[in-house]
């Protein structure tokens, strides 16, 4: 679940796939494949999206394993955060804002 983890840090700080891959040095196809699940993060990369948001690698991590973790309560609250920032992102998208904020 880091992919979804990435491609929702993204949407709630309103980058669009073509500026995060720039920000990443990446084309925005592969940034797709990441976001989708299709191919893995590599260290450098997520090293990269830490940079592009100045937050600690380790923040992505930690998301991920709660998300996938052994622990039902923190799995269950991990995707309940999921599902805010992606209903954030979504009602965000309706309002007419363009742009990327900054974190």
Known sequence: ???SAL???REV???PQA????KLQISRSHLS???SGKKAVSVELLNRY?????VPPSTFLSFAEAL???SPRRRE????LLSVLDWVTEKGSGSGETGASTP
Request: charged letters at 35%; proline letters at 0%.
């Open 19 to 22: 500026e995060m891959a720039a």
């Open 33 to 35: 494949e990441i976001e």
């Open 13 to 15: 700080h309103r980058f």
């Open 68 to 70: 996938e973790g052994t």
């Open 7 to 9: 491609r929702t840090i």
């Open 77 to 80: 609250n991990a995707k309940r």
């Open 1 to 3: 679940m880091l992919n």
């Open 50 to 54: 830490a940079d592009a948001f100045d």
